[in-house]
């Protein structure tokens, strides 16, 4: 069964802390992307990535960063962790003129 | 900006009785496509639309793609407690095979 993994399902952090969330596909895609969903907002792009080493800013990438050193993984840096970054962050992956995102389980990242 | 936008954003309904979830894009789109997310879950590719006016059914659930290709709806017949979750419609945006998401709908169904 194909997947996206993705590292943690929980995570509480501290506001400055730098947090690393990691995620993890097996189905060989292109694209690799992070949104953040919170209530009302829907699903909104923070980055994404088209090939090793490729990134693109998407919608709201301030306060993020990602990497992208291998095909399968791809992780979402919070440079120095505040409060408004509370969220649900999901990864998701994609191959180049496939159809459907894969999504991961999805990380609830609570900042205090 | 390119906007996609859903209506309802929430629906309450009793099991056995019929949904729809209506999405529409700023700009015209070359194809939509709907997910299912679950309470607690992760969204889940439904089904993706290409051609204008199209329609496509999967069991009880129904999608048509609108003429223009900026409209699109998902019809549920005779909701179950299943259904239970919220749906969202996605359409390209820019290129590089990224989606923009409308807010969704979210679904109750009441026994």
């Known amino acids: 069964d194909v997947k996206v993994t993705q590292s943690s399902r929980y995570l509480v952090k501290r506001t400055g802390e730098k947090v690393f969330l990691e995620c993890v596909q097996d189905m060989d895609h292109e694209n690799m992307f992070w949104y953040r969903q919170d209530p009302g907002l829907g699903l909104r792009l923070i980055y994404f990535?088209?090939?090793?080493?490729?990134?693109e800013k998407g919608d709201i990438p301030e306060g993020y960063s990602v990497s992208r050193e291998k095909k399968e993984r791809f992780s979402l840096i919070l440079e120095s962790a505040s409060t408004n970054q509370t969220s649900m962050y999901l990864c998701?992956?994609?191959?180049?003129?496939?159809?459907?995102?894969?999504f991961g389980s999805g990380t609830r990242l609570t900042v205090v | 900006g390119q906007q996609v936008m859903q209506i309802p954003q929430y629906q309450h309904v009793q099991e056995g009785e019929d949904f729809t979830t209506y999405c529409n894009s700023s700009t015209t789109l070359s194809n939509i496509q709907w997910y299912k997310q679950r309470p607690g879950g992760h969204p889940v590719f439904l089904i993706q639309l290409v051609k204008s006016g199209e329609v496509k059914k999967q069991k009880r659930l129904t999608f048509q793609f609108g003429e223009a290709k900026k409209n699109s709806s998902l019809h549920i017949t005779a909701t179950q407690t299943t259904d239970v979750g919220t749906y969202f419609c996605a359409g390209p945006s820019g290129g590089y095979n990224k989606l923009i998401f409308g807010a969704g709908t979210r679904l109750a169904v009441h026994p």
């Open positions: 998701a992956s994609r191959t180049t003129g496939g159809s459907g995102y894969t």
């Open positions: 990535s088209y090939d090793v080493k490729m990134k």
